[in-house]
């Protein structure tokens, strides 16, 4: 099960492990979507975590299926090239975008912040209401609520003509240009803003991820397919995938970059982590609790 999972997360087609190992494809399939819960399990207990991303980029990918075009939208941060989570949906539109945001809001602490991304203009909208705290008083009714203070967003937007880039345009939608020059010098170094890591991290992800190739026969028929084939591909990135430009000494793979673990894992060790269950939250209700239900809270939450 390690070498066929191995081999899925690295870009093999199912049919050709099948034809080389000789297990039925439906084993394969049932193979592919537990390693995929498992990889999203695995990063949202150990990577969704707030932590000073100094620069984040995101961008979406358009991905044939054989029903149709889906989208897939992927983030990173810069400075440990560590993939903060992707979502994917039928349409390139403000609820896929405001998802992934959701995503890179739990990984991001209330420091300053900066992202980039393409001329998407659902994205800026997403980011403004995602990155929000609600300010309680006390007072019955929805908390008004307040943006981070520090959360500045660039924009790279791309012209292309018989399917070549003619033109690149750079703005600053919010922030000053001394700031957002000092948090792009600070994460990347030399350069300009742009998005070229999250469209290198794009690249791995159609690399590694056989569905996504161009014009190949191995196409997905869900959208589940695809998604858990990209959990299974990022955390195998994150965790197993050492990456040369974090140095150039020793392995390190972006989890090791950000803290998160101390070597690089094996796929055994993805595979068999055990990710403990969620502390059970009461479901809101209206009016006041029984003794029964609070009873339970009281077990449960303590």
């Known amino acids: 099960m390690v070498i066929s999972v191995t081999l899925l997360a690295h870009g093999c087609p199912r049919q050709a492990i ?166 792009r010098r600070r994460s990347q170094g030399d350069g300009v803003i742009n998005t070229a890591y999250i469209e290198r991290l794009n690249a791995t992800f159609r690399e590694c991820l056989a569905p996504l190739a161009r014009r190949c026969r191995a196409l997905a028929r869900h959208t589940l397919t695809l998604h858990e084939g990209m959990f299974l591909v990022g955390t195998v990135y994150n965790f197993c995938t050492p990456h040369t430009s974090l140095s150039h000494t020793q392995q390190t793979t972006p989890a090791m970059a950000a803290g998160i673990t101390d070597h690089c894992w094996t796929m055994h060790e993805l595979l068999s982590f055990h990710v403990p269950l969620p502390r059970w939250v009461p479901p809101k209700q209206r009016g006041r609790p029984s003794r029964a239900f609070q009873r339970l809270i009281k077990r449960w939450c303590s």
């Open 18 to 183: 099948v034809a080389a190992l000789g297990f039925d494809e439906r084993t394969l399939a049932d193979w592919w979507a537990r390693a995929g819960r498992q990889g999203q399990a695995v990063h949202e207990f150990l990577v969704e975590h707030p932590r000073d991303l100094g620069q984040g980029q995101t961008d979406e990918l358009r991905v044939q299926t054989q029903g149709g075009l889906v989208w897939m939208a992927l983030a990173m941060m810069v400075t440990t090239r560590l993939w903060l989570g992707g979502e994917v949906s039928a349409r390139r539109d403000l609820p896929l975008i405001r998802r992934l945001m959701e995503r890179v809001r739990r990984g991001a602490a209330c420091r300053p912040l900066l992202v980039c991304t393409d001329g998407l203009v659902s994205s800026i909208r997403a980011i403004r209401e995602t990155f929000r705290d609600p300010i309680h008083t006390g007072k019955g009714g929805r908390p008004r609520l307040r943006p981070w203070r520090h959360v500045f967003i660039a924009q790279v937007v791309k012209r292309y003509e018989r399917r070549r880039v003619v033109a690149t345009e750079r703005r600053i939608i919010d922030g000053t240009p001394a700031r957002v020059e000092t948090l």
